[in-house]
């Protein structure tokens, strides 16, 4: 069985969220007074303050970067990444501000970047109003497609819908924030502690309409924390979450991994790279063989995400100990 039932400490609902209402609200409000890029370099002092006074991101994000060149020298290239926590933390504050800007309609599709890849498939499967599942991360920004469809700006022919299945109970703070930006933002948002035979059989009506479900794959949900599947990440096992892969597998759609980038992992002038990369894996399949496709299809998501660590490590913001299982 490839479920493994392990508890796994300071995971990132164990971490006191990172950003807060009351923060994100003065974000929104400078935001409708300043420019972006006036609101992007108060991020510096943000970050820095928060790199003062968190210990805790400090050590998961040398740890990270650690095992990043730990990776690299293993497999003989000359690369080497510095340890900088205080980079890695500040990249992390101008993606908030960033993810308001989305939101408040100030951030334009002309900053993002498609590349040839399977965006193209994705966009024609969209157009014949088939839906897809789409399976994101916490390297970069993965609000950008929620956001950029809610304003019409994805390249496809019509406003189509993006479900979000979040942990709303740990994201509270930036939901509510959402809410009042956007009010029709949360009506597509489910949350990930109450998916059920019910939320699996609406979702799959909802791809069946052209609809996007999109869940994150690099995180655990707090109550389902002693089932994840063990997936060589950066040269070490790490946990990957059982649940989210499981989901993928129910819904049985044309499944995508989808990473919205920064170009300069520090920039206030940001220009992003939007990759698409269309899992082979198929769940048209008997039960048996689900598990072993379940297996391949975490394996083929992690190859993804590692590369894009590698050219951009500062961008991926998962600050806890991500390989750690007891």
């Given at each position: 069985?490839s479920?493994?039932?392990?508890?796994v400490?300071?995971?990132?609902?164990d971490?006191k969220?990172l950003?807060?209402?009351?923060?994100?609200a003065?974000?929104?409000?400078?935001?409708?007074i300043f420019?972006?890029?006036?609101?992007?370099?108060?991020?510096?002092p943000?970050?820095f303050?928060?790199?003062l006074f968190?210990?805790?991101?400090?050590?998961?994000?040398?740890?990270?970067l650690?095992?990043?060149n730990d990776y690299?020298?293993?497999?003989?290239s000359k690369?080497k990444?510095?340890?900088?926590?205080?980079?890695?933390?500040i990249?992390f504050?101008?993606?908030?501000?960033?993810k308001?800007?989305?939101?408040?309609?100030?951030?334009?599709?002309?900053?993002?970047?498609f590349?040839?890849?399977?965006?193209?498939?994705?966009?024609?499967?969209?157009?014949?109003?088939r839906?897809?599942?789409?399976?994101v991360?916490?390297?970069?920004?993965?609000?950008?497609?929620?956001?950029?469809?809610?304003?019409?700006?994805?390249?496809?022919s019509?406003?189509?819908?993006?479900n979000t299945i979040l942990?709303t109970?740990?994201t509270?703070?930036?939901n509510?924030m959402?809410?009042?930006?956007?009010?029709s933002?949360?009506?597509?948002i489910?949350?990930a502690?109450?998916?059920?035979?019910?939320?699996?059989?609406?979702l799959?009506?909802k791809?069946e309409?052209g609809?996007?479900v999109?869940?994150?794959?690099?995180?655990?949900?707090?109550?389902?924390?002693n089932r994840?599947?063990?997936q060589?990440?950066?040269?070490?096992?790490?946990?990957?979450?059982?649940?989210?892969?499981?989901?993928?597998?129910?819904?049985n759609?044309?499944?995508?991994?989808?990473?919205?980038?920064?170009k300069?992992?520090?920039?206030i002038?940001?220009?992003?790279?939007?990759?698409?990369?269309?899992?082979p894996?198929?769940?048209?399949?008997?039960?048996k063989?689900?598990e072993?496709?379940i297996?391949?299809?975490?394996?083929?998501?992690?190859h993804?995400?590692?590369?894009?660590c590698?050219?951009h490590?500062?961008?991926w913001?998962?600050?806890?100990?991500?390989w750690?299982?007891?």
């Amino acid at each position: 069985m490839s479920k493994k039932k392990h508890e796994v400490s300071e995971q990132w609902y164990d971490v006191k969220e990172l950003h807060n209402h009351f923060g994100l609200a003065i974000t929104f409000r400078l935001l409708k007074i300043f420019p972006p890029v006036f609101v992007r370099i108060l991020a510096f002092p943000v970050g820095f303050c928060y790199f003062l006074f968190s210990k805790k991101a400090n050590a998961a994000s040398r740890l990270y970067l650690h095992n990043l060149n730990d990776y690299l020298k293993a497999n003989g290239s000359k690369k080497k990444i510095k340890i900088s926590a205080l980079r890695h933390i500040i990249s992390f504050a101008i993606s908030l501000t960033e993810k308001m800007e989305v939101w408040a309609g100030k951030f334009s599709f002309k900053q993002i970047h498609f590349q040839d890849d399977d965006v193209k498939d994705l966009i024609q499967n969209l157009e014949k109003h088939r839906g897809a599942m789409v399976i994101v991360s916490h390297l970069g920004n993965s609000e950008m497609l929620r956001g950029l469809a809610h304003s019409a700006e994805t390249g496809v022919s019509y406003q189509f819908a993006v479900n979000t299945i979040l942990d709303t109970k740990v994201t509270a703070g930036f939901n509510a924030m959402v809410n009042k930006i956007n009010a029709s933002a949360t009506v597509d948002i489910f949350n990930a502690d109450k998916v059920g035979p019910d939320t699996i059989l609406i979702l799959q009506e909802k791809v069946e309409r052209g609809e996007l479900v999109v869940i994150a794959g690099d995180r655990m949900s707090a109550n389902t924390k002693n089932r994840f599947i063990m997936q060589d990440f950066l040269g070490k096992s790490a946990p990957f979450a059982y649940g989210a892969y499981l989901l993928t597998a129910l819904i049985n759609a044309p499944t995508y991994f989808m990473f919205g980038v920064r170009k300069k992992d520090i920039s206030i002038f940001p220009q992003y790279d939007m990759f698409v990369h269309k899992n082979p894996v198929s769940f048209d399949c008997p039960r048996k063989e689900r598990e072993e496709r379940i297996k391949q299809t975490i394996a083929n998501y992690a190859h993804e995400l590692e590369k894009l660590c590698i050219q951009h490590p500062y961008q991926w913001f998962n600050f806890f100990d991500f390989w750690h299982a007891d």
